[in-house]
């Protein structure tokens, strides 16, 4: 039997000799191979499409490449210079995007939430955000499908949302302390709690064992028990016949004279290749899609592909993710298994009676000591005596992370700087402030984090202030002057050029986006693959 | 292992290195030393290390020694930093620029080199830093002061909780593959863990 996880040995190449569609024009070129990207290149490979997916990263074997350390794990992150500003500056590396295929799946938390179906419709519901052209609707299917095919686990009944279980997995069991103290400070509240939803496998699956606990998810999971595209839909889609170069920056998307795109440029080791397609879907994240959309400006395009309504970059939100700390008498020991293994969205809806418009998800997370004293030293500012004090007694801290949804705002935006990276393309400029919707919320949720601590037994510690995940950027809408693509992740511009990462979320949501990213991208590659669109690739609808 | 100073007395993180993969073995041994500096001084390294003993409150040279070559690793990295102000330089220029101006401070301030002063004024130097508060010489103002103590606390920091020593003395368990963690609930551990107030279980029992 062949099993998805077993294919390194032959299948992954270092350069560029061997390649399968040089000098050709294949259907589609993907870029960026991460949650979205990832499952793309495999849908349209089993639709029978010749397809490329260019990754600007390695292509990693976690068994030689991934090791049970923080600093080493460092590799897994997109550490490319960001220039990064506004009042609250946004931190990258660990936080966010991945560098390698798999992308971000291969280092996130493995919490798979699904959006409510508020969450598509802030502005009629609550006067905030942005409507979204889809609904709740219109994804679950696929989040349905991606479940079932991924063996989320997680409980037989989950009390919020519009999905309420059971979980095609078994539920995770046991539970990690910290997640133990979580749910008895709830308890003590009345506030409802649950065991997380994992793409972390309970039981073997493709040959592939139960998660071993051992606690380093955010650094790459060694046992391959974590899902990740890397592992599951990279090799799918190699099977379907799709040619994955990577260490291949895309610098730039083409376009022919009929105002259509034609392929990307790309580098490797210094040399500039082009690659030729009929279509072109980037997934690069947030903060690189905009870059690439933008530094691809030509005659016809002269302020950056798909940008006619000027929006390419713009709204972008991260979520708030402040850490909670508190003290107690027992040891926790955060390290220990899954870091997320209880959570609750309680204060998920919006409540006027707190002040604020929309919530947030909590997470019992746990941490590791670089991750837990970096974020104390620099987003705390703790260090010497007090930092060394704390870190001794760090098995006594349970921790809370909030998922704050962030509020859409122009003036949080991703453009080019004036300063050249490696490959000669200007660095982003990353600007962002919270508003004030988000500052109560976030007071809100650390008092909350605080309470349900306390109701535990601990003592109130410490909050490090953070951010994570990142959306926006690309938003999609029906009215091309407000939106850069349409409910199909489709540019407004250019019918033959799709946006398809978390870069086309409206609104933030108060939860982990990678579910919802995934099954966004798996509508898309339904509608790139079905008749409808392909009637549409014939008119060259140009609207410049 | 030199001293122990945490809550976990006998337990030593390396007894356990046999159980761990080969790639993390290797990774954290080289931790150990020694070391080869690509890029820093010998100046530079003292620097580092008289400045990092602050920010982490350690005074083991071996594992100063340790963050000195962490900083030396990093700053001759082309892959870039995550993000970093626009109006703030590059973070080997950063640092190495920086501790140029520490010289500079110390000798304004105490007319005296930054590696001759007594611990209560280095840590001063340090604290003023953290705040942007010391005088401005060249282009050293506020912003530049404080990105400057993030970068040399956050690569200080990261370092030194990557020591096993320091491990084994915050009774961290470390590297757990391929064996990982039965006992994850409260109040339970694995017999190699860390167990307060004595020794785990022998790694060699």
Redesign the interface.
């Given at each position: 039997m062949t099993r998805s996880c077993d294919h390194y040995g032959n299948q992954r190449f270092t350069h560029l000799r061997q390649r399968k569609y040089a000098g050709q024009e294949v259907d589609a070129v993907v870029v960026g191979l991460g949650a979205a990207g990832g499952l793309i290149l495999r849908d349209l490979a089993k639709a029978g499409l010749d397809v490329v997916g260019i990754e600007a990263g390695p292509f990693w074997d976690p068994a030689?490449d991934?090791?049970?350390?923080?600093?080493?794990a460092r590799t897994l992150?997109?550490?490319?210079?960001?220039?990064?500003?506004g009042q609250n500056?946004?931190?990258?590396?660990h936080n966010n995007s991945g560098r390698g295929v798999g992308g971000g799946t291969v280092h996130f938390t493995g919490v798979f939430y699904r959006f409510h179906a508020s969450d598509f419709r802030t502005r009629t519901l609550d006067g905030v955000g942005e409507d979204w052209p889809i609904t709740y609707a219109d994804l679950e299917p696929y989040y349905a499908k991606l479940e079932e095919e991924i063996k989320v686990s997680g409980p037989r009944e989950f009390p919020w949302g519009e999905f309420n279980g059971p979980y095609p997995y078994p539920v995770r069991e046991?539970?990690?302390?910290n997640a133990?103290?979580f749910r008895r400070g709830c308890e003590a509240l009345g506030i409802r709690s649950a065991v997380a939803p994992l793409a972390i496998l309970s039981a073997p699956y493709d040959g592939r064992p139960p998660?071993?606990?051992?606690?380093?998810c955010n650094q790459g999971c060694?046992?391959n028990a974590k899902f990740s595209t890397l592992i599951q839909h990279i090799p799918q889609a190699l099977a379907d016949g799709a040619e994955v170069p990577s260490d291949c920056m895309v610098t730039r998307i083409l376009v022919g004279k009929d105002g259509r795109v034609s392929g990307v440029e790309f580098v490797h080791d210094g040399r500039t290749y082009k690659q030729e397609a009929k279509l072109v879907v980037v997934s690069a994240f947030v903060v690189e899609t905009p870059r690439l959309l933008l530094n691809s400006a030509c005659k016809q395009f002269p302020d950056g592909l798909a940008n006619s309504s000027g929006l390419v970059g713009k709204y972008i939100m991260p979520h708030s993710g402040h850490d909670v700390f508190a003290k107690f008498d027992?040891?926790?020991?955060l390290?220990?298994?899954t870091p997320v293994m209880a959570v609750s969205q309680d204060f998920y809806e919006t409540d006027p009676s707190r002040g604020f418009a929309r919530g947030y998800t909590l997470n019992a997370h746990g941490s590791?000591?670089?991750e837990?004293?970096?974020s104390l030293?620099?987003n705390a500012?703790m260090?010497?005596?007090e930092?060394?004090d704390t870190?001794?007694?760090?098995?006594y801290y349970a921790r809370i992370t909030m998922v704050g949804e962030v509020l859409p705002s122009l003036s949080n935006y991703v453009t080019l700087?004036d300063?050249k990276?490696?490959y000669g393309m200007p660095r982003a400029?990353?600007h962002f402030s919270y508003g004030d919707n988000d500052n109560r919320l976030i007071a809100h949720g650390v008092e909350t984090c605080y309470q349900i601590l306390e109701a535990a037994g601990g003592k109130r510690a410490f909050v490090i202030p953070d951010t994570a995940h990142l959306h926006g950027g690309c938003r999609m809408g029906t009215d091309p002057r407000r939106s850069v693509v349409n409910q199909y992740c489709q540019s407004h511009d250019i019918p033959n050029l799709f946006v398809c990462d978390a870069s086309v979320f409206v609104t933030s949501g108060g939860c982990n986006p990678t579910e919802t990213v995934m099954a966004i991208a798996a509508r898309t590659a339904d509608y790139i693959t079905s008749q409808k669109y392909k009637g549409k690739l014939q008119p060259a609808a140009l609207t410049v | 292992m030199a001293s122990h100073r945490g809550l976990y007395p006998g337990y030593d993180v390396l007894a356990h290195k046999h159980e761990w993969d080969a790639n993390t073995r290797q990774i954290v041994e080289k931790r150990l030393g020694p070391f080869s500096y690509k890029l820093l001084s010998s100046w530079e390294q003292s620097m580092l290390k008289a400045v990092a003993g602050h920010l982490t409150y350690e005074d083991r040279p071996e594992v100063l020694a340790w963050v000195a070559a962490h900083f030396d690793q990093e700053l001759g990295k082309a892959i870039g930093e995550s993000q970093r102000q626009p109006e703030v330089p590059p973070q080997k220029e950063l640092v190495v620029a920086g501790l140029k101006a520490l010289e500079e401070w110390a000798k304004l301030q105490y007319q005296k080199g930054f590696l001759k002063l007594g611990v209560q004024d280095q840590f001063q130097i340090l604290r003023d830093l953290q705040l942007g508060q010391l005088p401005m010489v060249g282009k050293w103002n506020e912003t530049l002061q404080r990105a400057l103590f993030k970068k040399l606390v956050s690569l200080a920091v990261e370092a030194y909780y990557s020591h096993p020593w320091v491990w084994s003395e915050i009774g961290y368990g470390g590297p757990a593959y391929p064996r990982g963690y039965v006992r994850i609930e409260l109040g339970l551990a694995d017999p190699w863990e860390a167990q307060r107030g004595g020794s785990s279980i022998d790694a060699e029992l």
């Open positions: 030689s991934f090791a049970s350390d923080e600093l080493h992150n997109w550490q490319d210079t960001r220039l990064s500003t500056p946004l931190r990258f590396g046991p539970i990690s302390g133990q103290v998660c071993i606990n051992r606690g380093f060694l046992p027992e040891e926790i020991r390290y220990k298994g590791r000591p670089v837990l004293a970096g030293a620099v500012g260090w010497g005596k930092l060394n870190m001794r007694e760090w098995n700087s300063e990276d490696e400029l990353v | -």
